[in-house]
């Protein structure tokens, strides 16, 4: 069963930065996807930025494209979200996301990802 672990959220001011991290565990082989996701109850769930294991080009939802950087760590089986020039409207909760592909064309927000973690709020104040 693959596990994610996410962990760096917190509280920043306007024009600040955050990193986030995810680190998945509980399988042993396979190419996969990792995304990280932003929802506020109430409102539906966003694609942020994704990125395939075997390299490519990352995906990131407009409204981040420019300030936010996806990247694999050297550690194994973990990614990292570079959150530069927040802004209010991105607070929210972000989750990590997972799912095993055999390519990266899959990687993008339009593929279900089948494992989730349990989330780390990021708040911007004005």
């Known amino acids: 069963q693959v596990q994610l672990v996410e962990s760096g959220g917190g509280s920043v001011q306007a024009g600040g930065s955050l990193t986030l991290s995810c680190v998945a565990s509980g399988f042993s082989y396979g190419s996969y996807c990792l995304g990280w996701f932003r929802q506020v109850s109430g409102r539906e769930g966003e694609g942020v930025a994704a990125?395939?294991?075997?390299?490519?080009?990352?995906y990131y939802a407009d409204s981040v494209k420019g300030r936010f950087t996806i990247s694999h760590g050297n550690a194994k089986n973990t990614v990292y979200l570079q959150m530069d020039s927040l802004e209010p409207e991105d607070t929210d909760k972000y989750y990590c996301?997972?799912?095993?592909?055999?390519?990266?064309?899959?990687?993008?927000?339009?593929?279900?990802?089948?494992?989730w973690g349990q989330g780390t709020q990021v708040t911007v104040s004005s």
């Open positions: 990125i395939w294991r075997g390299g490519g080009s990352a």
């Open positions: 996301a997972f799912r095993f592909s055999s390519t990266q064309s899959t990687c993008d927000f339009k593929t279900p990802y089948g494992y």
